[in-house]
């Protein structure tokens, strides 16, 4: 049974997975009672959770019904079960056509105007007061957890859904209680959560400010070049004011992002400004004059207040222990180091030391990125030390439309006794049925810069020798896709397409159903001469003709690509289709021996 084809709890059955993030890959399924198109999460349990044993399922289960209580609310998406599988558990929730979380779409189209930034964080605050009202806290609102879907016209990125709410920390629980560590991205966490504080109404808000900033300035207030930078930054730095925003969305992001959560603008007045804002706009008034400065907020901290919060003085236990990096508990009982000043020595214990999950560039910064890589990202990569050697430069392009040079087949995280050589076996392992239907792959496995406590997992990428991808792999492909060569393989079936310029259009298909080509196996060219000078067919004929077509009414065909054959890449795909021309049968076919 193929990937794809997994039944999960006897009743969600896997089609195509649509992204990852969040702690779990998300994929299209059918829910086999009700007939009916679902989104499922399968989630990825951190391994102390694992060691740590109790019913994984059922605790997701009860954030899943709180929160079933927001059902209805037109801008949160539905958790209609969590159920158990494989010894994990799964999420099932709403599937929306054509939806994106809120940072790709700042990614591709770049930062956001202002009346739709408070659009969208007016639809984002009232789905979190409505979780507030019932006593739920979100945990864990950033842009990836914004997504937006179309109306039902149809229109793009119209309607805005706060996604992962009541189970965002959920996959984190166990860590989170048993070290007595926050777990979050530095960029989107309230300053009282990274000294170690509870989750409130207040942090929740803290986090919609960074994501309205994020938003409509296109990067967060708190991203530096450092993990220490990012911190320090967060804690006591005030951020610059946005400049994209209209006078109402900026004090409503302002005030969101005081320091003090007594301080802190409350929703109420949140909601106020965000209307304003979109008023404003609606009347045609654009980006207004600021007839006066922004007020000094209260809350923001200075080098001057001459004001020794418990923020910085966590922060200063952080900078101490570690590098700055990896904090673990940072009170001293009694010895010689101990503080001589009672009331910082009483502040500090009062304290937790906070956990910072990633660097600025988690990867490192030859590498070049800012964010973890997941599963079905495709990357082009700059390689500085010679091809495959040493780190390279990478970059994430579009599956699609960019040609990639490989992708990311899979990720592994980092438990207690994994090195890199248990790392790599791991991707050689998840990665081995793809690199036996590809011809000449290599498997390169990225890992992430030392000394973060939380550092992103480590990313299993494939390429091919002398050849780029041409688009997606594996399971990452849906059928009805155009396809390149590359990105086929034995076992594929597809139909062909003469064009008018003599080229061949080929089209991803179901074996299941009647097709032109069933694609066999790879081979390859000897010699160095050039493509017009090998009869692939007849290659393709003396491989794997006397298995798959002799007294058939089959005929084999070879495919090749002359651009990739002129940069080295002399490989063959064989395929068997019928000699009359028509089509497949449904059913794969089966080698005679």
């Known amino acids: ?116 930034v408070a659009r969208i964080g007016a639809a984002a605050l009232d789905a979190l007061c409505a979780g507030h009202r019932l006593g739920i806290i979100h945990r864990d609102v950033k842009p990836s957890n914004i997504l937006l879907a179309p109306d039902h016209s149809g229109a793009a990125d119209r309607r805005v859904l706060l996604t992962d709410y009541g189970i965002s920390l959920w996959p984190r629980e166990t860590r989170v209680t048993q070290s007595g560590m926050v777990v979050g991205t530095p960029g989107f966490l309230a300053p009282e959560r990274l000294s170690g504080g509870e989750a409130t109404q207040a942090t929740d808000l803290f986090s919609l400010g960074v994501t309205l900033y994020f938003a409509v300035e296109g990067t967060s207030p708190f991203e530096r070049d450092t993990l220490d930078a990012s911190l320090m930054a967060a804690l006591t730095t005030q951020p610059d004011v946005p400049q994209r925003a209209s006078d109402p969305l900026s004090r409503v992001i302002m005030g969101l992002l005081a320091k003090d ?20 706009e609606d009347a045609g008034t654009g980006l207004p004059g600021r007839s006066a400065p922004l007020p000094s907020l209260p809350g923001s901290a200075r080098a001057a207040s ?6 910085l003085l966590a922060l200063a236990a952080l900078l101490a222990v570690g590098g700055g990096f990896a904090l673990g508990a940072a009170t001293h009982h009694g010895e010689r180091g101990e503080t001589t000043d009672p009331q910082v020595s009483a502040k500090v214990a009062a304290t937790p030391s906070p956990t910072v999950t990633r660097s600025a560039y988690p ?23 010679g091809k495959f050697q040493g780190r390279p430069g990478v970059k994430v392009v579009d599956c699609y439309d960019d040609d990639p040079e490989g992708q990311v087949i899979a990720t592994v995280g980092a438990g207690p006794a994994s090195g890199a050589a248990a ?14 239907t590809m011809a000449d792959p290599v498997l390169y496995v990225l890992t992430p810069e030392r000394g973060q406590s939380e550092p992103p997992a480590s990313a299993c990428l494939l390429f091919l020798n002398h050849a780029t991808l041409g688009g997606p ?38 074996c299941a159903k009647p097709h032109d080509e069933q694609l066999v196996g790879w081979t390859r060219a000897s010699g160095d001469g ?51 021309g028509g089509k497949l049968p449904g059913g794969a076919l089966k080698s005679a021996y």
């Not at 959560?261 to 404003?280: F, H, N």
């Not at 990867?363 to 030390?385: F, M």
């Not at 790392?423 to 036996?436: D, H, M, N, S, Y």
């Not at 594996?474 to 003599?502: A, M, N, S, W």
């Open 1 to 116: 049974m193929t990937r794809e084809e997994r039944v999960i709890a006897g009743r969600y059955r896997l089609r195509q997975r649509l992204g990852s993030g969040g702690g779990g890959d998300v994929w299209l399924a059918e829910d086999e009672e009700l007939r009916v198109q679902v989104a499922v999460k399968e989630i990825d349990v951190p391994q102390e959770s694992e060691r740590s044993g109790g019913d994984l399922a059922g605790r997701g289960r009860k954030e899943a019904l709180k929160a079933a209580q927001l059902r209805e609310h037109p801008n949160v998406i539905t958790v209609y079960d969590v159920v158990e599988h494989d010894d994990r558990p799964w999420i099932v929730m709403e599937y929306l056509p054509g939806t994106r979380d809120l940072r790709a779409v700042v990614t591709e189209r770049g930062a956001l105007s202002s009346d739709e």
């Open 261 to 280: 959560p007594t301080e802190r603008m409350q929703a109420a007045q949140a909601r106020e400004l965000l209307a304003e804002a979109l008023l404003a």
């Open 306 to 311: 001459g004001r020794r919060t418990p923020l």
């Open 363 to 385: 990867y490192g910064r030859q590498v070049g990125l800012r964010t973890g890589l997941t599963p079905g990202q495709c990357v082009d990569a700059d390689w500085k030390d």
């Open 423 to 436: 790392i790599r076996g791991e991707c050689t392992r998840r990665t081995a049925q793809l690199r036996k």
């Open 473 to 510: 792999l594996g399971d990452f492909r849906k059928l009805g896709d155009e396809v390149y060569l590359t990105q086929l393989g034995p076992g594929d079936c597809i139909d062909v397409e003469e064009d008018e310029d003599g080229t061949y259009t080929k089209t991803l298909v179901s």
């Open 530 to 580: 050039s493509a017009d000078s090998v009869d692939t067919g007849e290659l393709c004929q003396d491989t794997y003709g006397v298995n798959w077509a002799r007294g058939q009414g089959h005929e084999m065909w070879g495919w090749y690509s002359d651009e990739e054959w002129d940069a080295g890449f002399r490989q063959v795909l064989c395929s068997v289709a019928r000699e009359d």
